[in-house]
């Protein structure tokens, strides 16, 4: 085999080298940027359900403090009712008695 030859070959295995080359790199180009793509997107998605998730405690807080105050406004009228159904019922003894022990008559 001439030396032309076997350099002709091995300068064009050279180049079939640096075209593979080139084509990896701009894969790998492509694969970095859909791989920057697609953790921008899981972040964002992430992100999206976080502010979900967070949004629905808040409701939830918000939905159990109206209950607490819901609940001791019910206390508060219950308590309310039967202090005026004891007045209603005892209310002249407690004013004898306070008028009897305010001007000290036994």
Known sequence: MEY???IDRILE???????ITDE???????????LAAEG??????LMARAKERLEKLR???QEEKERAIAAQDARLADTSARI?????RYGD???DTLFRQTVDIP
């Open 4 to 6: 032309t030859t076997l």
């Open 13 to 19: 295995a050279e180049r079939a080298a640096d075209l």
């Open 24 to 34: 990896a790199r701009k894969e790998l180009d492509g694969l970095d940027g859909h």
């Open 40 to 45: 921008q997107r899981i972040r964002d998605n």
């Open 59 to 61: 409701q939830e807080e």
């Open 84 to 88: 005026e159904r004891a007045y209603a």
């Open 93 to 95: 003894n407690w004013v």
